[in-house]
């Protein structure tokens, strides 16, 4: 049996009923004293270093039961995690005469197992976090909630945030600390007095270790020494260029943090920079919503001034100038009030027309509903009728109908905006056409002139508001079309501009949806 025994690695001895060791491999034991070891030593003094049996003695439990059994101890021989088995051997009548112990070291595989519930408790931390975050809990709330996970995962005393604040960093939460000791002057010259601190690196190196010259900006190393603290690390929460502050933790006993600490430490440091963030965009998205409805509100007010205080005051002038036009008979007095009526008959059109595109660029939704515009057309061609005949122009409308769409009746300001421009741009004696067309899921209209065109540059641009192209001496306000593109654009369509075929003029088109049925 010695020769067996000698050969196992493990500490195997043999027990008798009077709990003295009767035989083992001794000599693979170095730990156990030479003078221990001689005789047949009570298994207690010699195994367990106790002068008496211990209170729940698993050996007498063997002998009285002749069952195996198995546990795990930290050996007080050598203070490793031993896995302690013991078997029972029986004599010529069946009972137990002696034990067996086998010692089997299993401190690496328990360093193993702790390693990786470790490595799970900060998964699940940083889990946590991230859920919460993403759920948009209360940034202070993350914070200490922060805190107090990264304490309780790394097994350290302290942790807390600091922030970055002008030229202090105050602490925004933290364990263990004392707040009002935790606001800390940039500029401190005292950062020597760490003996082990361990500091975070992007690189891809070993954990670093700085003795007596560390170089963070946060920690308060003074404050670090007075509370007896001896090892550290530090992450950045957000960019390095412009960060939010740090997470540090610290504790009183000489530790050397490992890359997975380090690793679990950032990927805590980046939830919160995250939240941050969104916090950041939260109130942004407030303060540019502010500015939207300041925005709204003064559009309303400046509509209100043209519609009212502008507008009336040009109603008068008109009123009293038609009054004199037509009283007056004298031909230089009379060309005179042509001029203020034509001027003054510009300055009511482009105060409605602002006050048209202010109150359409207010709106975010309008009601469609099933019309054939074909009706509305014609009205508009008839109310134009006049200035067409006084310019003799010709005039041809392809059109049949019925075209069902779905419109708001405001599209009759399109209509009324392209003809009317055909017929100010048109010569005496020129041509002008409307036809309609199916083009998919939408009607498409075109109003074609032969006035002068629109050179290719300028073909975006008149769409734009105070935007026209140069066209001789007729003047505009440069909102027509800019009206007419964002009522298009309202009903879901596009409006566009081409060169007449025939080469002289232009073709304006845009498009409906159509409804299935009116």
Known sequence: MKKTLSSVQDLIVVIDRDMRIVTSNWKNCDSIAANEKMGHPLCYNCLMKQTKPCESCRMLEVFATGKCCS?????????KAKLIELSPLFDDNGNVSMVVRHA?????????????????????????????????????????????????????EYCRIMKKEDHNAVMVAGVGWEEENNTKNESQS?????????LYSDCEEDSLIQDNNSQDKFSGFSLLQKNGIVSGMDVTI????????????HTTQRRVFTKD????????ANVLAEAISRKEAEENLKKY????????????LFTDILTHDLLNPANIIRGFTEELIIVEDEDSKQNLLDKIHKNNERMIY?????????????????KFEEYDFLPILEKVVRNLGSEMNKKDIHFDMKATGPYPSFMNPIME??????????????????????????????????????????????????????????????????????????????????????????????????????APCI
């Open 350 to 366: 482009m105060i409605e027309s602002a006050s048209k595109f202010i109150k359409l660029e207010s709106i975010d939704d309008i």
């Open 261 to 268: 600490d380090m690793h679990f430490m950032q990927s805590v």
């Open 190 to 198: 005292s950062k020597n007095d760490i003996v082990c601190y361990t």
């Open 289 to 300: 919503a502010k500015r939207l409805e300041d925005a709204n509100h003064l559009k309303v």
């Open 238 to 249: 957000g960019s390095r260029e412009d960060p939010y502050g740090v997470m540090n933790v």
């Open 104 to 156: 089997k070291d299993i401190s690496e595989c328990k360093s193993i197992e702790n390693i990786l519930k470790m490595r799970e408790k900060q998964q699940a931390a940083v889990a946590k976090l991230g859920q919460e975050g993403l759920a948009g809990a209360d940034l202070g709330k993350l914070m200490h909630e922060s805190v107090r996970l990264v304490t309780d995962t790394l097994n350290v």
């Open 71 to 79: 546990f795990e101890i930290t050996d007080p021989i050598d203070n």
């Open 413 to 514: 300001e399109v209509f009324l905006n392209l003809l009317s421009n055909a017929i100010k741009f048109t010569p005496p004696n020129g041509r002008i056409a409307i036809s309609i067309s199916d083009s998919m899921d939408k009607w498409k209209i075109q109003v074609t002139d032969t006035g002068p065109g629109i050179n290719n540059n300028d073909k975006e641009m008149i769409f734009e508001r105070f935007r026209r192209a140069e066209k001789g001496s007729i003047k505009g306000s440069g909102l027509g079309l800019a009206i007419a593109k964002r009522i298009v654009e309202l009903h879901g369509g596009e409006i566009g501009v081409e060169n007449n075929p025939i080469g002289r003029g232009s073709v304006f088109w845009f498009t409906i949806r159509k």
